[in-house]
């Protein structure tokens, strides 16, 4: 018996190692360098990414930085071969001008069907007509309805901040951050009144931090999470088709989607509006079934980068308005929380590694938004400074250092004889864009200048809300936020760096805080 198990051992091994190595040859025949590949983990910073010396973040850095010279480079994740582009141009090539070859981002699958209506999963016409949809949710006009469910969140915090500054106690602003957001997308998004940093075990808050993983709420082992995420996405047909595995909890889930039917089912009985994301998703599907695709207008460049051509759309209704309640309302919180949070703490690390550049950004919302005056979006989008303070602040972040898109048809890169197949991930390098002369006036210095459009910023090269047809959609929502929040902390009280707080921001291996925190202490403002 035991002959047999040791065959059957080897055998199930054999496969494996077969399975995992039957492409290593893949780029023997092309110009391209390749960072050389071994069984199991592919090239070796995947192995080191394993092994807690680097983060996934860190990937892209650490090929780029091992192969300098090479604009396109290939190599291995796991089993999977992976182009890696490091140059501007061609970024901006496939970004952009070359899109239509790259549509799609590599998915998250799972067989939880709320999360496969993610606009974030879909691809193809599908991710088209949901864009379509979505982009009409976050226009300017549709954000300043939302801004006074934002404003109570923000009156919330300025309460806090009160307090800790009086009980002179150190917080960490990440944390304090998250808990402004949190509460901003409970109201925007799920139609509850949340105090979080009154009560911060509050059940929304608990649900929250147990969808994302967040430490001390996860109830699965992170191990098992990482087995469950291998075999639905690297093995669909067993860990989705056969195993029916779910990586988001189903409790959570079940709890944010009985919020949101709930509320769908009682604003379609009794007509009541509270202008947020549940009415106007209804909104745009409602115009979408009457009058057909909306002509699209362009608020700035980030916006006309954006632009997506859905001629080919034939079909826009939706029959499923519930799921597509759900879907957008779940994402928007997986996007809008822990994002914000960390957009929030880089600045409020600036913020007190520069306390003169604090003083001016506390003088220009004495000046245009006053010390106890309304916030409103005419005074948020006259906060010019501030405006630039915060894209310094993310871009001096490393926070976004690549981005991934997935090849739909061959292409060809320009100039060469390379060609991309249909179906191969391309990893894009772009945190070194942020470090060239050609592209700020200041690159290598933090300073706020460097997005006065007077010094004529490239804004390609900021990348932190991603560029094209595939950028970050909610970056209007993620700044106004922001701006709310450093409104109701600064008008009051200064901000001063903490005790552990490090000169220069990097990530934990768990990619769930910084080294060291973002702590800091406030000094209330004289009268």
Same mark, same amino acid.
């Given at each position: ?39 199991? /983990? %592919? ?10 010396? *680097?983060? /996934? ?6 090929? @780029? ?8 480079? %290939? ?108 509460? @901003? ?34 109830? +699965? ?12 996405? %690297? ?134 938004? %006053? ?46 004889? *390379? ?26 210095? /933090?300073?706020?200048?460097? /997005? ?55 990530? +934990? ?19």
């Amino acid at each position: 018996m035991w002959v047999e198990l040791g065959l059957l051992c080897l055998l199930l091994f054999f496969l494996f190692y077969r399975m995992m190595t039957k492409d290593f040859r893949f780029f023997d025949n092309s110009a391209i360098t390749v960072a050389p590949p071994s069984f199991p /983990f %592919g090239s070796s910073v995947i192995r080191d990414m394993c092994f807690g010396k *680097v983060t /996934f973040v860190d990937i892209a850095a650490e090929l @780029a930085k091992s192969f300098p010279q090479e604009k396109v480079l %290939g190599y291995f994740m796991f089993q999977s071969p992976r182009y890696l582009i490091n140059d501007q141009e061609l970024a901006k090539q496939i970004m952009i001008k070359d899109f239509e070859y790259f549509v799609d981002r590599p998915t998250f699958k799972s067989a939880n069907k709320i999360g496969q209506l993610f606009l974030t999963n879909l691809e193809g016409a599908e991710w088209k007509k949901m864009r379509a949809l979505m982009s009409g949710v976050f226009t300017s006009g549709k954000l300043k309805t939302m801004l006074p469910h934002i404003c109570k969140a923000g009156d919330h915090l300025a309460e806090y901040i009160a307090k800790v500054s009086t009980e002179g106690k150190e917080v960490d602003m990440k944390d304090t951050g998250g808990l402004m957001t949190l509460d @901003a997308i409970a109201a925007v998004a799920f139609n509850l009144d949340s105090n979080s940093f009154a009560d911060p075990e509050n059940t929304f808050r608990r649900m929250a931090l147990t969808l994302v993983g967040a430490p001390g709420y996860q109830k +699965t082992n992170m191990f098992v999470v990482m087995i469950k995420a291998l075999l639905c996405n %690297g093995f669909p047909w067993l860990g989705i088709d056969v195993l029916k595995l779910q990586i988001e909890d189903p409790e959570a889930m079940a709890f944010f989607k009985d919020i949101v039917l709930k509320t769908y089912k009682q604003r379609l009985e009794s007509g009541e509006r509270r202008n947020d994301i549940i009415d106007i998703i209804m909104d745009e599907i409602k115009r979408t079934r009457t009058g057909g695709a909306q002509k699209q207008e362009f608020e700035d460049e980030f916006e006309k980068g954006a632009a997506l051509d859905t001629t080919e759309i034939k079909e826009r209704n939706y029959t499923d308005e519930e799921s597509i309640l759900v879907a957008n309302a779940v994402l928007f919180f997986f996007a809008g929380f822990d994002t914000s949070a960390f957009g929030i703490g880089v600045v409020s690390h600036k913020l007190c590694l520069y306390p003169e550049l604090q003083e001016k950004i506390y003088e220009e919302i004495i000046d245009v938004v %006053g010390i106890d005056g309304k916030i409103t979006p005419e005074k948020l989008g006259a906060l010019k400074y501030m405006d630039m303070f915060i894209s310094e602040a993310l871009r001096m972040s490393e926070m976004v250092p690549s981005t991934e898109r997935v090849c739909t048809k061959n292409y060809q890169i320009p100039g060469t004889n *390379v060609v991309i197949p249909k179906g191969k991930v391309v990893t894009i390098y772009t945190e070194d864009f942020t470090q060239l002369e050609e592209n700020f006036i200041n690159a290598k210095e /933090f300073d706020p200048e460097n /997005f006065n459009p007077e010094n004529n910023p490239n804004k390609f090269a900021f990348q932190t809300f991603g560029q094209g047809p595939r950028n970050c959609i909610g970056m209007r929502y993620a700044l106004m936020v922001m701006k709310v929040a450093f409104i109701n902390i600064l008008r009051k009280h200064r901000m001063v760096r903490g005790s552990t707080m490090q000169d220069k921001l990097k990530m +934990t291996t768990e990619m769930t805080h910084f080294i060291g925190g973002l702590p800091a202490t406030f000094v209330k403002r004289e009268d």
